[in-house]
Nanobody, 118 residues
Framework: QVQLVESGGGLVQAGGSLRLSCAASGVTFSINAIGWYRQAPGKQRELVASITSGRSTNYADSVKGRFTISRDNAKNTVYLQMNSLKPEDTAVYYC????????????WGQGTQVTVSS
């Protein structure tokens, strides 16, 4: 059974930075693409960044140039470096397989809350 554990969120002022981590277990991590999603109150969950097994990356327009996704297969962990944070980045952040990967998403983790104050 796949288990995803997100961490690294917190409260930060606009313009600040955070680094999120997603640790995965129960899966051959290195062969999977992984995505970071976020869900703000009253909004649908959206994909903000993804990284393939070959380390190709993709970003939503809203975070391009500010967020960087990376992975450490030896640690079964994916990171999201978030710089120049804006109040509209406030959300619960989750990791999971991106939509372009065949097959269902894994069970969602608890997520990590990111709050950006203005």
């Amino acid at each position: 059974q796949v288990q995803l554990v997100e961490s690294g969120g917190g409260l930060v002022q606009a313009g600040g930075s955070l680094r999120l981590s997603c640790a995965a277990s129960g899966v051959t991590f290195s062969i999977n693409a992984i995505g970071w999603y976020r869900q703000a109150p009253g909004k649908q969950r959206e994909l903000v960044a993804s990284i393939t097994s070959g380390r190709s990356t993709n970003y939503a327009d809203s975070v391009k140039g500010r967020f960087t996704i990376s992975r450490d297969n030896a640690k079964n962990t994916v990171y999201l470096q978030m710089n120049s944070l804006k109040p509209e980045d406030t959300a619960v952040y989750y990791c999971n397989r991106p939509p372009y990967e065949l097959g269902p998403r894994w069970a969602w983790g608890q997520g990590t809350q990111v709050t950006v104050s203005s």
